[in-house]
């Protein structure tokens, strides 16, 4: 189902220049860069306001070494934000990107919100006394669910109201993925022998209404083609909301040798006390590849995939958009969400699927191809798309799995004078698999005698990791009764499923004798586990 920018702009005017009403309440220490950054700093850090961890031996390193493992299955999102939790930024500005991928700001406005359509009469708005909107004011209701945006893909439960979940690296503002040579960041033309390297957990919630950008008198055709703003290669989107965990030390140029992960492992593990948390907004982590996660429920491991449920939504980071998508007849990407795709629990040998919601944001019709399937999207509006997958492997415990999709755009009409012709986008997927079932067999018996042991009839079994007990049987069963049954004359044997639920307890009793007769029991444990996966 296709929906127009028009329906979806109901609420948003221009961008604010500024989109100042973080909640400072909510932010347990500022985020900070020490020195002149290349990108409008944050606030400094407050004494006091940064939660240092005493040991790195306790539960919130424990934290932060599961985050390091699960950064891997986030190798192949797309991080195109900078952070910025004091909404410093000015959307529309120019940025200037090196070739190490660090960016610096230009003295120029690129790109200026798209108008809106006025908005309808008793609309919500901050406005101040005088009965204009206030200067800087935005809503802080809470963040839309993806259901309340026409087009979007039904809501499941938690975080399919998060447009983007990201686990990586960040050099000062900059989200820089799932690890980086730290010499680059030293070495990139800037003037800085101090950086902030932070290990962060985070996510966008949904927009509502996404806002889209025309270009400023700033932008002229370029002689090669397409158009040019000075010296910017991007420019600042628009303001996202959303939640943050973050493990942040600051490293000199000294220190900067090896990759970003290879230093925080090192200082995680040798307890040091530079590593410091933040929480920006509110943001609940549970379940990172069966790794002991602070906080999970039981106090133990929780396992499967990382789930990210945003509590409390807060102006958290700005999108980055390419110059050349406010070009004249410009085929520009269109965004994607959410990222990564989740499947959630498939399965060896099932299909799951799952809807992207595809954001067209070029100012033509187009056509999004992905194998057999196709859906036009209109200029500014937005389609479903569905993807699926059937994962395979021989695992029996609940396995990660990453893949890459791609979808093809193109403009709707053949002979739309559009550059490019056409784009490849790619969509990461991510599940969570494993063996169907697990089953285990075996025969239990106690020895024949007056007095049995039966204890050696009594035993415990717990599933693999990430299983739950669906079957818990004696099959088999045989015992020194008249009749052979082992639940007649004082024999009784029970097979139950454990309290949590992840096994299965096996019981044998009976009579004993201190002078004739001979008493035992003898059966087959069965146990059959189904995948369980959080």
């Known amino acids: 189902m296709a929906v127009s920018g028009a329906e979806r702009a109901r609420r948003r005017g221009a961008a604010p220049a500024r989109a100042g009403a973080l909640l400072l309440g909510a932010v347990a220490s500022a985020l900070g860069c020490p020195g002149p950054p290349e990108m409008p700093a944050a606030p400094p850090r407050r004494s006091g306001g940064a939660a240092v961890l005493p040991d790195c031996k306790g539960s919130g390193c424990s934290q932060a070494g599961a985050l390091l493992a699960a950064a891997r299955a986030f190798s192949d999102v797309r ?20 070739a190490a991928g660090v960016f610096s700001p230009v003295g120029l406005a690129c790109a200026q ?8 009469a008793g609309a919500g708005a901050n406005l ?19 259901a309340a945006a026409p087009g979007a893909p039904a809501p499941a439960p938690g975080e399919r109201a998060i447009d983007f979940r990201y686990v990586g690296i960040a050099v000062d503002s900059v989200l820089v993925g799932a690890d ?12 800085l022998d101090r950086r902030r390297l932070r290990l962060v957990a985070m996510a966008l919630v949904a927009d509502e209404d996404p806002q889209f950008f025309d270009p400023t008198e700033s932008v002229v055709p370029a002689a090669g083609g397409g ?7 991007h420019f600042i989107g ?3 909301r959303g939640a943050m965990v973050a493990y942040e030390t600051d490293v000199t140029a000294g220190e900067a040798h090896g990759t970003a992960i290879g230093l925080f492992k090192a200082r995680i593990e040798a307890g040091d006390r530079r590593v410091t948390m933040t929480s920006v907004g509110e943001l609940a982590i549970e379940g990172v590849e069966g790794a002991p996660v602070a906080g999970a429920k039981g106090g133990g491991q929780a396992f499967g995939a990382l789930r990210l449920e945003v509590k409390k939504a807060v102006p958290l980071a700005y999108a980055i958009y390419p110059v050349a998508d406010v070009c004249r007849f410009s085929l520009a990407e269109p965004e994607i969400a959410p990222l990564p795709l989740d499947l959630g629990v498939v399965p060896y040998g099932a299909t799951g699927t799952a809807q992207a919601l595809i954001t067209n944001r070029a100012q033509v019709d187009i056509r999004v191809t992905h194998g057999e399937r196709a859906v036009e999207v209109p200029a500014h509006g937005s389609a479903e798309l569905t993807f699926s997958w059937t994962p395979e492997g021989e695992t029996a ?4 799995q990453t893949r890459r999709e791609t979808f093809v755009v193109q403009p709707k009409d053949p002979a739309s004078p559009v550059v490019p012709r056409e784009r490849a986008v790619v969509v990461p ?5 494993g063996m169907p079932t697990f089953s285990k067999h075996e025969p239990i018996a106690t020895e024949t005698g007056r007095s049995p042991d039966y204890g050696r009839a009594s035993v415990d079994w717990t599933c693999p990791a990430g299983y739950v007990a669906e079957q818990c049987e004696p099959q088999l069963a045989s015992c020194l009764s008249s009749t052979g049954s082992c639940n007649a004359e004082g024999y009784r044997l029970t097979a139950e499923t454990t309290a949590d639920g992840r096994g299965c307890a096996f019981r044998c009793t009976g009579p004993s004798s201190s002078i004739w007769g001979d008493h035992g029991c003898t059966y087959t444990a069965t146990m059959v586990c189904r995948l369980g996966c959080k």
């Open 429 to 433: 997927l991510q599940v969570t698999t």
């Open 128 to 146: 101040g006394s005088s009965g204009s909107a206030a200067p800087g004011a935005i809503a802080a209701a809470a963040a839309p669910a993806i």
């Open 227 to 233: 158009c040019a703003c000075g010296r910017a290669t």
């Open 238 to 240: 628009a303001v996202k």
């Open 79 to 98: 991080h195109d934000y900078l952070l910025d939790t004091s909404s410093a930024m000015v959307p529309g500005r120019g940025l200037s990107r090196s």
């Open 180 to 191: 980086v040579d730290l010499p680059a960041y030293f070495s990139a033309g800037g003037t």
């Open 113 to 120: 919100p798209k108008a809106a359509q006025a908005a309808p």
């Open 397 to 400: 415990g609940c396995e990660r």
